[in-house]
């Protein structure tokens, strides 16, 4: 590839990012577009392991580390196996639970193993690397980190970021107040082990990400940079990457993939635009023409369903997406006869559900009353004469209808549905 063409795919990379809105403050623009043009340069991003798995808020960050790598650099994925230990008051009122060494360990393999779906650990030329800042946190002794490093810092200066100042009238303890200067020391490792060059982050770690900068400069100098991502926001004011079942995880064993489309296909009109742009790696072209079918015809949803497809696939896979639009169709249509045991468990699996012991057949009132679905045998009846009960997606009409084992779908669930859209799982047996 000639200079001219990797320098218009690099100045193409950071028009990209501002078009998307990924640029939320930047440390050195031109230094940045300069270093893009003249090196293939190493960045990192940073991941603390507070849980066994990383939730959408983490999605951003992960998908401008891949940007990077598709514009031909190398991206480092940093896992906090120490700073894990620590905990990061950016962002928070209230001190972090500390965790358990094993339990931080374990958190640990399982961000990293998240985090391989995401990026090219295995081509030629610029192949990403993922590291845990315990391997040089935890041989850091007490003197040498306050005579090397803490020397570096004043109080004063620390008491000045925005991550430290906001929780000075609830109280920090030393802890979490030494949280920046492990970060810091993280940048400068990378720095001087691997050449890494920038640290992204979100718009709260600016003051842990110039922090970095500052001992590099520091503790043997040569020039970095910083860059955050905005914090993602929804126009309801409600925060983003929750639903109503709790957070939008990116396993698929704490939300299903099915769970995971659904929350993207109900995103409101006014983010999904800016959504696409964060979250896909859409042309500007096939956003504009979303965004133009979103002003002229919203009701058709069509800018919705791309970010459910584009981001379950990023995430799960193609099956997935094949998977979750099936289950949709299904429970629009009511017709859930079609759907695989895996599929229909996923479907229902925020839907109420209600265990029997086995027998032959059951009077479809009491299933009714049994699953929660009527307060009574006698609202039950109404319902049924109303025409409102489906029984696996076929309406009744018989108020003394049974339901026979032969009926039951892949041979030990009922699916009730009462109106348009309660539903219950009726499973037999143990």
Request: proline share 2%; net charge neutral; aromatic share 8%.
């Given at each position: 590839m000639t200079n001219e063409a990797v320098n218009a795919i690099n100045a193409d990379l950071l028009d990209d990012l501002e078009y998307r809105g990924l640029i939320y403050q930047i440390t050195d623009r031109d230094g940045l577009l300069k270093k893009l043009s003249d090196e293939r340069i190493v960045l990192y991003c940073g991941f603390d392991p507070t849980a066994d798995s990383l939730h959408i808020g983490s999605l951003l960050p992960i998908l401008c580390l891949r940007r990077f790598q598709m514009a031909g650099h190398i991206p480092l994925a940093l896992v906090g196996g120490g700073t894990g230990l620590i905990g990061d008051p950016s962002g928070r009122s209230t001190e972090?639970?500390?965790?358990?060494?094993?339990?931080?360990?374990?958190?640990?393999?399982?961000?990293?193993?998240?985090?391989?779906?995401?990026?090219?650990f295995e081509v030629d030329?610029?192949?990403?690397?993922?590291?845990?800042?315990?391997?040089?946190?935890?041989?850091?002794?007490?003197?040498?980190?306050?005579?090397?490093?803490?020397?570096?810092?004043?109080?004063?200066?620390?008491?000045?970021?925005?991550?430290?100042?906001s929780r000075l009238s609830q109280g920090i303890s030393f802890t979490e107040f030494s949280y920046m200067v492990l970060q810091a020391y993280d940048f400068h490792k990378l720095h001087e082990e691997y050449g890494c060059s920038l640290q992204i982050g979100g718009s709260?770690?600016?003051?842990?990400?110039?922090?970095?900068?500052?001992?590099?400069?520091?503790?043997?100098?040569?020039?970095?940079?910083?860059?955050?991502?905005?914090?993602?926001?929804?126009?309801?004011?409600?925060?983003?990457?929750?639903?109503e079942s709790g957070a939008i995880w990116l396993d698929r064993s704490?939300?299903?993939?099915?769970?995971?489309?659904?929350?993207?296909?109900?995103?409101?009109?006014?983010?999904?635009?800016?959504?696409?742009?964060?979250?896909?790696?859409?042309?500007?072209?096939?956003?504009?023409?979303?965004?133009?079918?979103?002003?002229?015809?919203?009701?058709?949803?069509?800018?919705?369903?791309?970010?459910?497809?584009?981001?379950?696939?990023?995430?799960?896979?193609?099956d997935?997406?094949?998977?979750?639009?099936?289950?949709?169709?299904?429970?629009?249509?009511?017709?859930?006869?079609?759907?695989?045991?895996?599929?229909?468990?996923?479907?229902?699996?925020d839907m109420p559900t209600t265990l029997l012991d086995e027998q032959e057949e059951t009077g479809l009132i009491d299933l009714l009353v049994a699953a929660g679905l009527a307060p009574s045998r006698r609202q039950a009846k109404q319902d049924i004469e109303s025409g409102a009960v489906y029984?696996?997606?076929?309406?009744?009409?018989?108020?003394?209808?049974?339901?026979?084992?032969?009926?039951?779908?892949?041979?030990?669930?009922?699916?009730?549905?009462?109106?348009?859209?309660n539903y219950a799982l009726v499973r037999y047996g143990s």
């Open positions: 972090r639970s500390l965790n358990t060494t094993d339990t931080v360990a374990q958190w640990t393999d399982s961000l990293k193993r998240q985090l391989s779906r995401f990026l090219d030329e610029n192949p990403a690397k993922l590291v845990s800042n315990y391997d040089w946190i935890a041989p850091l002794d007490v003197i040498t980190f306050l005579r090397d490093v803490g020397k570096n810092f004043t109080v004063n200066y620390m008491l000045a970021k925005d991550s430290v100042d709260d770690q600016w003051g842990n990400i110039t922090a970095g900068l500052d001992l590099i400069g520091k503790m043997g100098g040569g020039h970095a940079i910083g860059l955050t991502m905005p914090l993602v926001t929804k126009s309801d004011g409600k925060k983003f990457g929750k639903s704490k939300t299903s993939a099915y769970q995971f489309y659904q929350f993207w296909i109900n995103t409101d009109d006014n983010d999904v635009i800016k959504f696409l742009k964060y979250f896909t790696f859409l042309t500007r072209e096939q956003i504009e023409e979303l965004e133009s079918e979103l002003k002229n015809q919203p009701e058709k949803r069509a800018a919705q369903r791309e970010l459910a497809r584009e981001v379950t696939r990023l995430v799960h896979g193609e997935a997406v094949v998977s979750a639009e099936k289950i949709t169709q299904a429970l629009f249509s009511g017709d859930v006869t079609q759907l695989s045991e895996d599929e229909l468990v996923e479907a229902l699996q029984v696996n997606g076929g309406k009744q009409s018989g108020i003394d209808s049974v339901i026979k084992a032969d009926q039951r779908l892949h041979g030990k669930y009922v699916v009730l549905r009462r109106g348009k859209k």
